[in-house]
């Protein structure tokens, strides 16, 4: 039987891998393995060299990861790239996060700046801020609240919210002196969006397929088919609509 012993790193430190009960780190650690652990903390800076499997996962700073996060619960804070995918069944990251594989959990809460290369998928998907999604997002209720420009590939779920995200004035303020003055006046580009319940504003998309579909204002869209509901009160432009018979 393996038996799972605590590790603590104060300062600078680091270790080979392999199982422990609970990892605490604060200061910077470098990992050169897989790491097994019921609970992993981060007050700093951590480097995995392989993959993270824990119970529960807690970061206040950076965490790197070259394999996969495989994990309970994670609450981020600070900035985080995982090479590989990221499954968990909830997740809250509230920072800079890129993930070059796919994102699977329950709950996924992710808030300021993300990029994922694969797929996202969760029963409940919450996303604020800016964001590039490559693949197919899935899940069952969807909200997104945009800041600048945000792009996924495809959209599906059941209910399906799309809107802007609240604008921070300093933030304008100082980005207005670097940035285009329409930096953070949030839109999305997206191929398709299909679901039951549909609202979405200031969206750019090929097609948008749902069984209630409402367009807000600043919308683009090609072509919306509709089952039971279609309202385009704002005045955006679709260029082709048509209720599809159930």
Do not use: W
């Not at 605590?6 to 891998?17: D, E, P, R, V």
């Not at 910077?28 to 393995?33: K, P």
């Not at 796919?102 to 290369?117: D, K």
């Amino acid at each position: 039987m393996d038996v799972r012993h605590n590790l603590h790193i104060m300062g600078s430190g680091g270790s080979g891998g392999g199982l422990f009960k609970n990892v605490k780190v604060n200061g910077e650690a470098q990992f050169d393995g897989d790491i097994d652990c019921l609970a992993f903390r981060c007050n700093g800076t951590s480097n995995v060299y392989g993959t993270l499997k824990s119970t529960s996962c807690g970061i206040n700073g950076t965490l790197d990861i070259t394999g996969g996060l495989d994990t309970g619960t994670a609450k981020i804070n600070g900035k985080m790239e995982i090479e590989g995918n990221v499954k968990a069944r909830e997740i809250k990251s509230f920072g800079e996060t890129n993930i070059r594989g796919n994102v699977a959990g329950e709950e996924v809460e992710l808030e300021g700046h993300f990029t994922i290369n694969g797929h996202c998928e969760a029963e409940e998907l919450h996303i604020k801020g800016i964001f590039r999604i490559d693949g197919l997002v899935n899940a069952g209720s969807v909200h997104l609240a945009l800041h600048s420009r945000c792009e996924v590939k495809e959209i599906g779920g059941e209910r399906i919210r799309i809107d802007r995200a609240d604008g921070n004035v300093l933030k304008k303020l100082i980005g207005s002196f670097f940035l285009p003055s329409d930096f953070y006046e949030g839109t999305l580009a997206a191929e398709t969006i299909e679901g039951d319940q549909i609202y979405v504003e200031h969206t750019t998309a090929r097609v948008i397929r749902g069984g209630a579909v409402i367009i807000g204002p600043g919308c683009r869209i090609g072509r919306v088919e509709y089952k039971d509901r279609f309202e385009n009160g704002s005045g955006s432009s679709v260029g082709e609509c048509e209720c599809i018979a159930p």
